[in-house]
């Protein structure tokens, strides 16, 4: 397959050829955990890596190969990696690039569990993080350590929508010789390439919307060769937490519809989006495709479209909050997010739970703050739904 395919093209065929497969068109899952040798010397060569072919499925899977190689095609990198969960992913990538000692500067603003994992290595393995707003160059550059190695970013934060400029960040950290990560798992490739825009490292929780149908775990890491081949041989194959066969047949198979989701994800957001603000109830909407919001100018340049999440603050409490989520119908109450499903939580109770409440605050995780992962469903249904919800609690 042509690498100079258009994405369209790319999410249903990179990675897959049908001839080598019987003619089969969906991709055969390689349900294996181990690969029969010819002979004894042929295991002595794979395992000195002298020759091409698998060995176990924890060191490589061939179903899992052909996911991997898209989701490269897709993000502009040289090669992909799998893993059994996002965190798995953020995990063997911020342990593979840091030893003791060592110093990582994040978003203000991170999925909780990754908040958690920076907790874990501050504590156990002496592995020191700061926090810091990244709208602002001079703060960026005053919190570089002479043994920082690592600059993690969400864009969009999970769950502010808070967004950071990758090119501005990019640009700073290359004069530091620090990696830049990426965990771009709102956008998806389809609306964001951090690789693109000087950034090393892009990682995926596709567990959201690359399967897109709420029924696997899975993470995703795209990079240089070199730094797949250093991660798979060490994180990755000795933590071990590796994909499925099953899971990546699941992924690819969600990916062929990747920009279709995409585009109505993002037309039901936006539409919703403007609704919201609309209502009396409503105190503020964080939407990167709102021309009032505070990051839009950074949407402009980054992203091509604005994305299928919508936070909101309600003129209410934390009860407030509960008892809208409470109200609704249609959309689910359920953590995850990038289904077809249109899904609704409660971050500073459930996702961010995990963080102290002095440092939500800091990251604008508010009690009256509501995420929306907006579906595929008809968006007046949606509305219909919110707007009966929010009459509710008109009288709390
Ligand atoms: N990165 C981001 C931005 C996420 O939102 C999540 C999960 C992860 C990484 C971890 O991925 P996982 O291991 O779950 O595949 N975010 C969740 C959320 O917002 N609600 O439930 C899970």
Redesign the pocket.
């Known amino acids: 397959m042509q690498r100079d395919n258009k994405f369209e093209t790319k999410v249903i065929h990179t990675g897959y050829n049908s001839d080598q497969h019987h003619g089969s068109l969906a991709p055969p899952v390689y349900q294996t955990s181990t690969f029969v040798f010819p002979d004894a010397e042929t295991g002595e060569q794979r395992f000195a890596g002298e020759q091409e072919g698998y060995i176990y499925s924890r060191l490589g899977n061939p179903t899992v190969k052909m996911l991997e190689e898209r989701i490269a095609a897709l993000e502009g990198g040289e090669k992909g990696l799998a893993f059994g969960?996002?965190?798995?992913?953020?995990s063997a990538v911020l342990i593979g690039l840091t030893r003791t000692e060592d110093h990582i500067l994040c978003s203000q603003g991170?999925?909780?569990?990754?908040f958690g994992l920076l907790q874990m290595m501050k504590d156990k393995f002496r592995v020191d993080h700061d926090l810091i707003d990244m709208s602002d160059s001079s703060v960026i550059e005053q919190h570089i350590q002479p043994n920082t190695k690592v600059i993690f970013i969400?864009t969009p934060i999970?769950?502010t929508m808070t967004l950071v400029d990758l090119e501005m960040v990019s640009q700073i950290a290359a004069r530091h010789n620090i990696t830049v990560v990426v965990?771009n798992?709102?956008c998806t490739p389809y609306i964001q390439r951090p690789l693109e825009l000087g950034c090393q490292i892009v990682?995926?929780?596709?567990?959201?919307y690359i399967g897109g149908h709420g029924d696997v775990?899975?993470?995703l890491v795209v990079s240089d060769s070199e730094t797949i081949d250093l991660l798979a041989a060490t994180t990755q194959k000795d933590i071990g937490g590796i994909m499925s066969p099953f899971d990546a047949w699941l992924l690819l198979r969600g990916l062929k519809t990747l920009p279709v989701r995409m585009d109505r994800h993002c037309d039901n957001a936006m539409f919703i989006s403007k609704a919201l603000k609309e209502h009396p109830s409503i105190d503020q909407v964080f939407y990167p495709g709102d021309d009032e919001f505070a990051d839009y100018p950074i949407a402009t340049k980054q992203m091509s479209r604005s994305g299928g999440l919508i936070s909101f603050t309600i003129k209410g409490d934390k009860e407030a909050s509960q008892k809208l989520i409470n109200s609704l119908h249609l959309i689910k109450i359920a953590?995850?997010?990038g289904d077809a499903e249109t899904l609704i939580?409660h971050p500073a109770t459930?996702?961010h739970a995990v963080v102290p409440k002095e440092i939500r605050k800091q990251m604008g995780i508010t009690d009256n703050l509501v995420?929306l992962s907006v579906g595929l469903e008809a968006k007046e249904d949606i509305w219909v739904d919110i707007k009966q919800a929010l009459e509710v609690i008109k009288y709390v």
Not at 110 to 114: D, F, I, K, W
Not at 203 to 208: G, R
């Open positions: 969960s996002g965190m798995a992913a953020v991170v999925y909780g569990c990754t969400e999970n769950p965990d798992t709102f990682i995926h929780s596709a567990t959201k775990v899975a993470g953590v995850s997010l939580q459930m996702t995420r």
